[in-house]
């Protein structure tokens, strides 16, 4: 047993700093350590001098523990009663005033953040509106002032505040993108949250679902995808444009049928579950089957490939999805796949 805990005692060194060492690490598109926007930052500030003020309290406290403990030990022989420090007045308000000063120096930021990020911007003209409504288990977006619905991937402009208003279809889920905001709820029964950020750096950036919500709470995964704004524009006008469905006569029947009484492409179909428009260009199927041309793991694949795997068995993906496996042939599936791998919008502009 000494031995083990000998063994114990050389390894907790070398695992607190491997703990210390791999905190650091983490993607930009998702790590809350390395924020990408001007509220993430500012929550971030409070976040660093919280820890700072918490290890400099537990640094001083161990400190003076040390100090005492050496200094104050009873001596060999020492019979002596130590010397009493009940009811003196001046250390009892060192210590109930540092506490004090403590509180303040955390209070006052954290009041100030708090308030300064609950700002209102659902009538700002100016702030791109979008309604989020979590599902079990997907992110619908809808910008009511635009005219535009979308489904796992949210895509907005680098030049302007983004004005959030979070509801649920079902269960409490929590919307959260770690790199650009803090998290904000989505409860049931009419009860709309709202917050903003800003993200002023183009590229795809990670959000995940933070409240337990079921089975597949985990792989309720977005993306939040920011352009320019020229190409945001774009985008809008690709998404309101007409979709042609498949030229073959058979696949556009099955599609018909099994898809859209569900799903919408263009201005056909309903808007039930997601919308597909332009699917075939998303950074991932079902928000978390990555779409790639050089796979490297399980979740990986080309768009066709997602698609394909996602219509064959969605359970398979994400258990307890509302998504029903529908009976349909390989080559059906393939079909379909390749179809809506096809559907991508040309939106993209260089500044």
Not at 81 to 97: A, D, F
Not at 181 to 205: H, L
Not at 239 to 264: E, G, I, R, W, Y
Not at 337 to 348: H, I, R, V
Request: charged share 20%; with cysteine.
């Amino acid at each position: 047993m000494m031995n083990r805990w000998h063994v114990l005692k050389r390894l907790m060194p070398l695992l607190a700093g491997m703990v210390l060492l791999l905190s650091a690490c983490g993607r930009a598109d998702l790590s809350t350590l390395r924020p990408q926007g001007p509220v993430a930052e500012e929550q971030f500030g409070l976040m660093k001098l919280t820890i700072i003020v918490m290890v400099l309290v537990v640094l001083v406290v161990f400190a003076i523990a040390v100090y005492v403990i050496i200094r104050f030990r009873r001596r060999p022989g020492d019979k002596t009663i130590p010397v009493q420090v009940e009811g003196n007045h001046k250390l009892e308000i060192i210590w109930t005033v540092i506490p004090i000063i403590l509180l303040v120096i955390l209070g006052v930021p954290t009041v100030k953040t708090v308030f300064g990020l609950a700002q209102d911007y659902t009538k700002d003209p100016k702030a791109i509106q979008v309604q989020v409504t979590a599902h079990q288990y997907w992110w619908e977006f809808n910008y009511p002032n635009l005219g535009v619905k979308t489904a796992q991937e949210l895509l907005i402009p680098d030049d302007a505040v983004i004005s959030v208003e979070a509801k649920t279809a079902d269960v409490l889920h929590s919307f959260w993108i770690p790199s650009l905001a803090g998290k904000v709820d989505t409860n049931p029964g009419g009860n709309v949250n709202i917050m903003y950020f800003k993200a002023p750096k183009t590229g795809v950036y990670l959000g995940k679902c933070a409240e337990l919500c079921g089975p597949s709470h985990s792989l309720m995964d977005f993306k939040v995808k920011v352009v320019d704004r020229k190409s945001f524009d774009r985008w809008v006008a690709a998404m309101k444009a007409p979709v042609a469905l498949p030229a073959d006569k058979d696949v556009a029947d099955v599609l018909n049928n099994q898809c859209l009484s569900c799903h919408a492409i263009g201005a056909n179909g309903g808007q039930l579950f997601p919308n597909l428009t332009g699917i075939g260009g998303r950074e991932a199927v079902a928000g978390i089957l990555v779409n790639t041309n050089d796979p490297k793991y399980a979740n990986e694949g080309s768009v066709e490939h997602n698609l394909a795997k996602w219509i064959k068995d969605p359970q398979a993906v994400k258990p307890g999805t509302l998504m029903p496996k529908v009976e349909l042939t390989d080559q059906q599936i393939d079909a379909i796949a390749k179809y809506l791998a096809g559907l991508k919008l040309d939106y993209e502009t260089t500044k």
